[in-house]
């Protein structure tokens, strides 16, 4: 039923009101941060719970635009991460 679903405004909508674009979804995400991460800090936020899809967003920016992978994608993300596959200097 679309009233039980969570709605939100789309970040490239005017803040006048007027026409824009909603998005929804069938569940309130819950967003967490790595447990490596410093409570304090910016990083990037995962949400778990949503078959099919991993949304990842910058917690600088909670309202901001999220990716979507798909959870093969991130497993390998996260794989090469523990392999230290990503320097982190240039």
Known sequence: MLADLTWRKSSYSGGEGGNCIEVA????IIWRKSSASNP???CVE?????????PVRDSKDPSGPALGFTPEAWQSFIAGIRADDFPTTL
Not at 25 to 28: A, M, N, R, V
Not at 46 to 54: M, Q, R, S, W, Y
Request: proline share 6%; charged share 20%.
């Open 25 to 28: 979804s069938e569940l309130p």
């Open 40 to 42: 304090n800090d910016n």
């Open 46 to 54: 995962v949400a778990d719970g949503i078959t099919g899809i991993v």
